[in-house]
């Protein structure tokens, strides 16, 4: 992540210099935000600060005339979720700096306004992206074999598409996570994208009325995906390797969609 020097959200100078501060501290007050988000934030202020390069005006502290500015300009092209994503990026880097409450230029009612205007204009809407249907499903997993890698890939397709899971809270599933039921499986996600603080949430997965879940094969398959043993979720499947060749998946949530 390339960051200008006046983005402070990384490295923030105030903290680093603050000798009341052990170290411990700022080691944790630096990771007040997800990686993601930070990356994102560094481009938007990045954008913004060119922009006022260009047109010399002063980013840091900026005026609220500057920034509403900006965000007409930006609005030509982008969507309104784009141009709000751009004003918490300014308001979060002023902030770093000590412009905080009224001193935030981005809290200024001018921008409050210039937003509305914009969201009026432009709408919120976001198009989603096309979803997979069962019979992609079926076409999916019938791409992979019967090794141990394949078992464990094809069952993270079937878990996916049933519990609904991101990408990265799939990889990050433990067996300590999983609890399996006469009913089906409980999945404990102890932190995500939309759970930054770590609540946690788990998420129940039904089994169908006589089959067990493909992905129940894939965990309950010899030997160790990960470094982790499988025996104890063997056990706590009930079931053998091989065993559950061909079984259907559970229907998860497209029953309700009704396309199941």
Same mark, same amino acid.
């Given at each position: 992540?390339?960051?200008?020097?006046?983005?402070?959200?990384?490295?923030?100078?105030?903290?680093?210099?603050?000798?009341?501060?052990? $170290? &411990?501290?700022?080691?944790?007050? %630096? @990771?007040?935000?997800?990686?993601?988000?930070?990356?994102?934030?560094? +481009? !938007?202020?990045?954008?913004?600060?060119?922009?006022?390069?260009?047109?010399?005006?002063?980013?840091?502290?900026?005026?609220?005339?500057?920034?509403?500015?900006?965000?007409?300009?930006?609005?030509?092209?982008?969507?309104?979720?784009?141009?709000?994503?751009?004003?918490?990026?300014?308001?979060?880097?002023?902030?770093?700096?000590?412009?905080?409450?009224?001193?935030?230029?981005?809290?200024?009612?001018?921008?409050?306004?210039?937003?509305?205007?914009?969201?009026? $204009? &432009?709408?919120?809407?976001?198009? %989603? @992206?096309?979803?997979?249907?069962?019979?992609?499903?079926?076409?999916? +997993? !019938?791409?992979?074999?019967?090794?141990?890698?394949?078992?464990?890939?094809?069952?993270?397709?079937?878990?996916?598409?049933?519990?609904?899971?991101?990408?990265?809270?799939?990889?990050?599933?433990?067996?300590?996570?999983?609890?399996?039921?006469?009913?089906?499986?409980?999945?404990?996600?102890?932190?995500?994208?939309?759970?930054?603080?770590?609540?946690?949430?788990?998420?129940?997965?039904?089994?169908?009325?006589?089959?067990?879940?493909?992905?129940?094969?894939?965990?309950?398959?010899?030997?160790?995906? %990960?470094?982790?043993?499988?025996?104890?979720?063997?056990?706590?499947?009930?079931?053998?390797?091989?065993?559950?060749?061909?079984?259907?998946?559970?229907?998860?949530?497209?029953?309700?969609?009704?396309?199941?």
């Amino acid at each position: 992540m390339r960051a200008k020097k006046n983005f402070l959200l990384v490295k923030n100078q105030r903290i680093e210099q603050n000798e009341r501060l052990s $170290e &411990k501290a700022k080691a944790r007050l %630096g @990771k007040s935000k997800a990686d993601n988000t930070l990356k994102a934030y560094c +481009a !938007d202020w990045s954008d913004f600060s060119d922009w006022c390069r260009y047109h010399g005006e002063r980013d840091l502290p900026a005026r609220p005339e500057t920034i509403v500015n900006y965000l007409n300009d930006l609005a030509d092209d982008a969507k309104a979720n784009t141009v709000a994503r751009r004003v918490t990026a300014i308001s979060e880097n002023h902030m770093a700096a000590g412009y905080t409450g009224k001193n935030n230029p981005a809290k200024d009612a001018l921008v409050r306004t210039a937003m509305e205007a914009i969201r009026r $204009e &432009k709408g919120t809407f976001q198009q %989603g @992206k096309a979803p997979i249907l069962m019979e992609t499903l079926y076409v999916l +997993a !019938d791409c992979f074999g019967d090794d141990i890698v394949s078992l464990r890939d094809r069952a993270l397709i079937f878990l996916g598409f049933a519990g609904a899971f991101r990408r990265s809270e799939l990889v990050a599933i433990q067996v300590e996570h999983l609890t399996f039921t006469t009913q089906g499986l409980v999945i404990l996600v102890p932190q995500s994208k939309s759970d930054q603080l770590g609540r946690g949430t788990e998420i129940a997965v039904p089994f169908p009325a006589v089959h067990a879940q493909p992905y129940a094969q894939g965990l309950a398959a010899d030997g160790q995906v %990960g470094g982790t043993d499988r025996e104890e979720v063997r056990s706590a499947c009930g079931v053998q390797p091989g065993e559950l060749r061909g079984a259907q998946p559970a229907p998860g949530i497209c029953d309700e969609c009704g396309t199941a």
